[in-house]
């Protein structure tokens, strides 16, 4: 893992208020290795060179939500299907705010490549989001989608531009 630790990927600020212990079993911290190096440290990697080239200001991502086990998703009221039970799930914000660049960019990245779901999620009535979802794999582990959502109002449409 390049540009990302462990505890960042399954850090919640909820989970410590709640005294919720959100620690991974090895199983899904492989999982959670597998999806970082795989998918999310080249995404990073790609963005720092497209910001430098755009004129987009500092590089760099946040993990607003990764991994969260049975009852930190309860208490965020996350679906019991989420590929974020499984380590293979992470919602991503990039450190110069720039999100409507980011939701394009992570699309087109994400075009050639093997991954489950990108959701722009929370967007606004401008198609900008709050955060982007990105799924490695989905929760069975083995089915890659290569689904593209935008939530608008908390429903799923095809991905806004």
């Not at 790609?46 to 208490?75: D, F, M, T």
């Not at 394009?104 to 606004?124: M, P, Y």
């Amino acid at each position: 893992m390049k540009y990302f630790t462990l505890e960042e990927c399954y850090r919640s600020s909820t989970a410590a208020a709640k005294g919720i212990d959100n620690t991974p079993t090895p199983e899904i911290e492989a999982h959670i290795v597998e999806s970082i190096e795989t998918l999310i440290d080249p995404l990073r990697e790609a963005w720092e060179a497209h910001c430098r080239q755009n004129g987009l200001g500092k590089v760099g991502i946040n993990i607003s939500s990764g991994y969260r086990g049975p009852a930190l998703n309860k208490a965020v009221g996350g679906s019991f299907t989420s590929a974020h039970c499984h380590g293979y799930a992470f919602d991503l914000v990039p450190v110069n705010r720039q999100m409507r660049a980011f939701k394009r960019f992570c699309r087109d990245f994400l075009a050639g490549r093997a991954f489950d779901q990108l959701i722009s999620e929370g967007e606004d009535d401008h198609g900008v989001p709050s955060w982007m979802h990105v799924g490695y794999k989905h929760p069975d582990g083995k089915r890659q989608r290569r689904q593209c959502y935008s939530m608008i109002h908390g429903k799923y449409y095809p991905m806004t531009d």
